[in-house]
């Protein structure tokens, strides 16, 4: 097998050097975002990607930036013909791009040219897209602009989270490689351009972003629900108190000024919306777990209060 380098950091990208070593590729050394304080000790912790390779006594490397010359003569010194990304991070330069001679493969999230960036997977469900995927491109010095080799899609599912499009992305981001990788440095598949006209951008979503107006269509509030789910969790207020929401579904049915519950119960909260109302499935109290709506109900009285400002 080929010599590559891999570069990744989350846990999105674990699954694809798993599958990459399962079969058999000589994996010379896997860059990875350095180690950053968690938890209150504020203790050292690798990347995902990091602590899958160091648990298989790969080469580890974490550059801040690949553009000092010793980053870039440290990689050229791993003598990759190819190099793999996946959910990494930091921006290649053109140093990097043109060490291999395979070039640099990335495996990225949705169905270029459309979603573009470091959140495809939140975007696609905020913009209501029935379907997404996964790209196989020859990265160039843009973002995301590379011509595609190989492309994948799923449908998205009518109550499915962030968090569980992006599981399901992950495995399907390491199959795909499997069978793309071969054929790439075979030279059996030709990159196709991507037509810029077409593209959109997943910037980066901030947790400002994930407060919920109640004047919003409910269609729209229950993927902000789904798009923001599990982290950083799409909130409201309710009694001065901040309650994270990680599931829901919209309802044409109405009662109420926007963020009124009108209706509480074993199937959900219902809060009326700016049109119809959104059924709250899962929510999180301060400082307590994520739950059913049944089981938030035991104890509290929501039914005729207030979400929201």
Same mark, same amino acid.
């Given at each position: 097998m080929p010599r590559l380098v891999f570069a990744g950091s989350s846990d999105f990208a674990v699954p694809s050097l798993g599958a990459l070593l399962a079969d058999g590729w000589e994996v010379a050394g896997v860059l990875t975002q350095p180690d950053r304080p968690a938890g209150r000790r504020r203790q050292l912790v690798p990347t995902p990607v990091g602590a +899958?390779?160091?648990?298989?006594?790969?080469?580890?490397?974490?550059?801040?930036s690949l553009r000092p010359p010793e980053a870039v003569a440290a990689i050229a010194a791993l003598r990759p013909e190819v190099l793999v990304v996946v959910d990494y991070?930091?921006?290649?330069?053109?140093?990097?791009?043109?060490?291999?001679?395979?070039?640099?493969?990335?495996?990225?999230?949705?169905?270029?040219?459309?979603?573009?960036?470091?959140?495809?997977?939140?975007?696609?469900?905020?913009?209501?897209?029935?379907?997404?995927g996964i790209s196989i491109m020859l990265m160039d010095k843009g973002l995301d602009t590379g011509p595609v080799y190989k492309m994948q899609s799923t449908e998205i599912g009518a109550a499915e989270t962030a968090g569980e499009l992006r599981e399901r992305l992950a495995t399907q981001c390491a199959g795909?490689?499997?069978?793309?990788?071969?054929?790439?440095?075979?030279?059996?598949?030709e990159p196709r351009p991507q037509d810029p006209a077409?593209?959109?951008?997943?910037?980066?979503?901030?947790?400002?972003?994930?407060?919920?107006?109640?004047?919003?269509?409910?269609?729209?509030?229950?993927?902000?629900?789904?798009? +923001?789910?599990?982290?950083?969790g799409a909130w409201t207020t309710w009694s001065s108190e901040?309650?994270?929401?990680?599931?829901?579904?919209?309802?044409?049915?109405?009662?109420?000024?926007?963020?009124?519950?009108w209706r509480a119960g074993s199937a959900g909260i219902?809060?009326?919306?700016?049109?119809?109302?959104?059924?709250?499935?899962?929510?999180?109290?301060?400082?307590?777990?994520v739950m059913s709506a049944r089981d938030f109900l035991?104890?509290?009285?929501?039914?005729?209060?207030?979400f929201g400002a």
């Amino acid at each position: 097998m080929p010599r590559l380098v891999f570069a990744g950091s989350s846990d999105f990208a674990v699954p694809s050097l798993g599958a990459l070593l399962a079969d058999g590729w000589e994996v010379a050394g896997v860059l990875t975002q350095p180690d950053r304080p968690a938890g209150r000790r504020r203790q050292l912790v690798p990347t995902p990607v990091g602590a +899958f390779a160091r648990e298989r006594a790969l080469a580890v490397l974490t550059p801040v930036s690949l553009r000092p010359p010793e980053a870039v003569a440290a990689i050229a010194a791993l003598r990759p013909e190819v190099l793999v990304v996946v959910d990494y991070g930091l921006l290649l330069p053109p140093a990097i791009l043109a060490l291999p001679p395979a070039g640099c493969i990335n495996g990225h999230a949705s169905l270029l040219p459309r979603w573009r960036g470091a959140a495809p997977i939140q975007h696609a469900i905020l913009a209501g897209d029935p379907i997404t995927g996964i790209s196989i491109m020859l990265m160039d010095k843009g973002l995301d602009t590379g011509p595609v080799y190989k492309m994948q899609s799923t449908e998205i599912g009518a109550a499915e989270t962030a968090g569980e499009l992006r599981e399901r992305l992950a495995t399907q981001c390491a199959g795909l490689l499997r069978t793309a990788l071969p054929e790439i440095l075979a030279g059996r598949l030709e990159p196709r351009p991507q037509d810029p006209a077409l593209a959109t951008l997943a910037g980066k979503l901030h947790p400002a972003a994930a407060e919920l107006d109640w004047n919003g269509g409910a269609a729209a509030l229950a993927r902000q629900v789904r798009a +923001f789910a599990p982290k950083p969790g799409a909130w409201t207020t309710w009694s001065s108190e901040r309650l994270k929401l990680h599931r829901a579904i919209p309802l044409a049915e109405r009662e109420g000024p926007p963020g009124s519950v009108w209706r509480a119960g074993s199937a959900g909260i219902d809060v009326a919306a700016g049109d119809g109302s959104v059924r709250v499935l899962e929510l999180q109290p301060p400082g307590g777990r994520v739950m059913s709506a049944r089981d938030f109900l035991n104890g509290r009285a929501v039914l005729g209060e207030r979400f929201g400002a």
